[in-house]
T-cell receptor, first 115, second 111 residues
């Protein structure tokens, strides 16, 4: 079974530039998550999708971050414009239904460096 | 406030030795607790999951314990190997499915 795919793996941009990350979840998984993991910390949930609807985006900085999952499968996360403090690893995860006991499977992440 | 605290922050042990990582949480209502292993440059991978009624769960050389009364969990690694070098993250799930992550313990196993 293929895992969660993410691209690119690494991205370096200058502040005020835009960047987009892509995620393809495990086939059949209804729930997709985007996390931000700052060095030395645990992941922080940015947004959770159930199929193509948003379940939780309370911690998404909506003035600069946006995400979509138009067809309920793959998803993109965009930052525009980027700030220095956005430097982090962006992890995508998926689970079968989003139920509390469902395991979340994580992708390898995209490491973003903002200069 | 829902929180998950882990200790120690980092740990260095010699190959073959045992170690125990700690996790304290204040998440309520509680659904389950997972320990994840995160290798450098990779996403976290689940090692164990425990619900309220379980107090021990093993996965090979990894044994997790849960004391739901004191809201404490531990992850014991037996006969450590170099490949155990990673960050270990304690994650508590509330009954709404929300996940609260600890900051992790960075384990280094030296030859």
């Amino acid at each position: 079974e293929a895992g969660v795919a993410q691209s690119p793996r690494y991205k370096i941009i200058e502040k005020r530039q835009s960047v987009a990350f892509w995620c393809n979840p495990i086939s059949g998984h209804a729930t997709l998550y985007w996390y931000q993991q700052i060095l030395g910390q645990g992941p922080k949930l940015l947004i959770q999708f159930q199929n193509n609807g948003v379940v939780d985006d309370s911690q998404l900085p909506k003035d600069r971050f946006s995400a979509e999952r138009l067809k309920g499968v793959d998803s993109t996360l965009k930052i525009q414009p980027a700030k220095l403090e956005d430097s982090a690893v962006y992890l995508c995860a998926s689970s079968e239904r989003g139920a509390p006991l469902d395991e979340q499977f994580f992708g390898p992440g995209t490491r973003l460096t903002v200069l | 406030k829902n929180q998950v605290e882990q200790s120690p922050q980092s740990l260095i042990i010699l190959e073959g030795k045992n170690c125990t990582l700690q996790c304290n949480y204040t998440v309520s209502p509680f659904s389950n607790l997972r320990w994840y292993k995160q290798d450098t440059g990779r996403g976290p991978v689940s090692l164990t999951i425990m619900t309220f009624s379980e107090n021990t769960k093993s996965n090979g050389r990894y044994t997790a314990t849960l004391d739901a009364d004191t809201k404490q969990s531990s992850l014991h690694i037996t006969a450590s190997q170099l490949s155990d070098s990673a960050s270990y993250i304690c994650v508590v799930s509330g009954s709404q499915g929300n996940l609260i992550f600890g900051k992790g313990t960075k384990l280094s196993v030296k030859p």
